[in-house]
T-cell receptor
């Protein structure tokens, strides 16, 4: 069964550095998402992406964040200048269509900012 | 924006008992309500979902009910087993995003 994949599984970085988290959505899916989960807390929506554009973003997704689909398979989340509070698990998800449709989650990237 | 409240935060049951987790949402535009199970260090996995045109849905030991008027939905697990132990998240989807509740840590004791 196809799955969303993410790399790396764990990223350690210094405060102020840029990081890029990578995701490969399920191949026939058209909608892509990023969520984050701070340790022990709930999953929080960051951004949704469709047709090479951001559909919606949350208050968390400020100017330090950007997303890109650089080719036909990858979907990336860039954090330009990491802060300590960016430490979290970042999940990529994808769905066939928008709205009332299952979102499939990747295994996550644990980001640790020192 | 949408806000999802989830209760209880922890739930401890004996194997074979039933477990009920309740969520409320605020945005009447929400039309999709999935439930995810998350084991420690793993990705959230969808266990059941319900759409706003349906009041109840069942899949073996798991059922979900939705009351649109009251804006609340519930997860029911019957005949619980130790492998049901995990964190369960409800979510509501007002458009093209999922807004999650805070999660319920379910412990099923043999």
């Amino acid at each position: 069964e196809p799955e969303v994949t993410q790399t790396p599984s764990h990223q350690v970085t210094q405060m102020g550095q840029e990081v890029i988290l990578r995701c490969v959505p399920i191949s026939n899916h058209l909608y892509f998402y990023w969520y984050r989960q701070i340790l022990g807390q709930k999953v929080e929506f960051l951004v949704s992406f469709y047709n090479n554009e951001i559909s919606e973003k949350s208050e968390i997704f400020d100017d330090q964040f950007s997303v890109e689909r650089p080719d036909g398979s990858n979907f990336t989340l860039k954090i330009r200048s990491t802060k300590l509070e960016d430490s979290a698990m970042y999940f990529c998800a994808s769905s066939v269509r928008a709205g009332d449709n299952e979102q499939f989650f990747g295994p996550g990237t644990r980001l640790t900012v020192l | 924006g949408e806000n999802v409240e989830q209760h209880p935060s922890t739930l401890s049951v004996q194997e074979g008992d039933s477990a009920v987790i309740k969520c409320t949402y605020s945005d009447s535009a929400s039309n999709y309500f999935p439930w995810y199970k998350q084991e420690l260090g793993k990705r959230p996995q969808l266990i059941i979902d319900i759409r706003s045109n349906v009041g109840e849905k069942k899949d073996q030991r798991i059922a979900v009910t939705l009351n649109k008027t009251a804006k609340h939905f519930s997860l029911h697990i019957t005949e619980t087993q130790p492998e049901d132990s995990a964190v369960y998240f409800c979510a509501a989807s007002p458009n093209n995003k999922l807004i999650f509740g805070a999660g319920t840590r379910l412990a099923v004791h043999p």
